[in-house]
């Protein structure tokens, strides 16, 4: 068994967000994210997988296939299907989450 603390030890970057891979392997990946105000995950796919994510701290600003943007908070789980187009923002507060992928491959 392996373990993470998902809610220490939290790096933001500047100008830009910081994915922080927590977990890597052939058969998926954990990624977690943090955005400071006004920074913006642009919008991209996952050709190869689902996308789950899980808010972990400040409310994000999400955009899904159909582009309508969305506010959502801490415990909230997005599902995205392989290859739907998908953004983030954060608005006002920093904010945090998890990004689940599998069957992902792994980044050369």
Do not use: K, M, N, W
């Given at each position: 068994m392996q373990s993470w603390s998902i809610h220490e030890n939290l790096v933001f970057h500047d100008p830009n967000p910081y994915a922080e891979p927590l977990f890597?392997?052939?058969?998926?990946?954990?990624?977690r994210f943090?955005?400071?105000p006004g920074q913006v995950v642009r919008e991209h796919t996952a050709p190869s997988s689902p996308v789950y994510l899980v808010t972990l701290q400040g409310a994000?600003?999400?955009s899904g296939g159909?582009?309508?943007?969305?506010?959502?908070?801490?415990?909230t789980l997005l599902v995205f299907d392989v290859g739907e187009p998908?953004?983030?923002r954060a608005a006002d507060?920093?904010?945090?989450?998890?990004a689940f992928l599998h069957g992902?491959?792994?980044a050369a």
């Open positions: 890597v392997s052939p058969t998926g990946r954990v990624l943090a955005l400071r994000g600003v999400y159909d582009g309508q943007e969305q506010s959502f908070g801490p415990g998908h953004a983030i507060e920093e904010v945090v989450f998890l992902a491959p792994l």
